[in-house]
T-cell receptor, first 108, second 113 residues
Framework: GIQVEQSPPDLILQEGANSTLRCNFSDSVNNLQWFHQNPWGQLINLFYIPSGTKQNGRLSATTVATERYSLLYISSSQTTDSGVYFCAVRSNDYKLSFGAGTTVTVRA | DAGVTQSPTHLIKTRGQQVTLRCSPKSGHDTVSWYQQALGQGPQFIFQYYEEEERQRGNFPDRFSGHQFPNYSSELNVNALLLGDSALYLC????????????FGPGTRLLVL
């Protein structure tokens, strides 16, 4: 099956800092999503971005499908941005394959 | 408009027992997928239900089974529980099988002692 690797595994930020999270995948995909999992376990949809660039407030994402990677940018981080960020992809079937996640801790 | 709901929120069982978890999809959604998330890991796909049939299955043993009802709600059943089945079980719904996004419920935390 398709492999998804996320880096870095952990990220500690001071409030107001910017950061970049990376997702590499092993095969061509037709679906790529970024999620944020809050401390209570709820997965929240951030972006559907199989290619191109999107922005939503302080978050933006870019996927370069031909090079099999996606980046999630967090600008002016806030403590509420803390949690685990997951990249998930889908290729020729119906299941989402998730990476191991990046745990982000934003300190006040 | 209610999102995806799951019940119960928490559950404690002992080895060898059986458990049933429930999921109601978001209004207008007809496809339900189940995922298992062990501590410190990403969610792993268990199976997907559409039109009351299991349409795709991940790498999980037959102890894991499910059902989808005519109102699109779904159940996940796990028999002969093992300690390693302790995890967060997530349900996701979508308006069609190849929808762009899946919407996740809050999950059920299962602890097997």
């Amino acid at each position: 099956g398709i492999q998804v690797e996320q880096s870095p595994p952990d990220l500690i930020l001071q409030e107001g800092a910017n950061s970049t999270l990376r997702c590499n995948f092993s095969d061509s995909v037709n679906n790529l999503q970024w999620f944020h999992q809050n401390p209570w376990g709820q997965l929240i949809n951030l972006f559907y971005i199989p290619s191109g660039t999107k922005q939503n407030g302080r978050l933006s994402a870019t996927t370069v499908a031909t090079e099999r990677y996606s980046l999630l940018y967090i600008s002016s981080s806030q403590t509420t941005d803390s949690g685990v960020y997951f990249c998930a992809v889908r290729s020729n079937d119906y299941k989402l394959s998730f990476g191991a996640g990046t745990t982000v801790t934003v300190r006040a | 408009d209610a999102g995806v709901t799951q019940s119960p929120t928490h559950l404690i069982k002992t080895r060898g027992q059986q458990v049933t978890l429930r999921c109601s999809p978001k209004s207008g959604h007809d496809t339900v997928s189940w995922y298992q998330q062990a501590l410190g890991q990403g969610p792993q796909f268990i199976f997907q239900y559409y039109e009351e049939e299991e349409r795709q299955r991940g790498n999980f043993p037959d102890r894991f089974s499910g059902h989808q009802f005519p109102n699109y709600s779904s159940e996940l059943n796990v028999n002969a529980l093992l300690l390693g089945d302790s995890a967060l079980y997530l349900c996701a719904s979508s308006p069609k099988r190849l929808a762009e996004t899946q919407y996740f419920g809050p999950g059920t935390r299962l602890l097997v002692l």
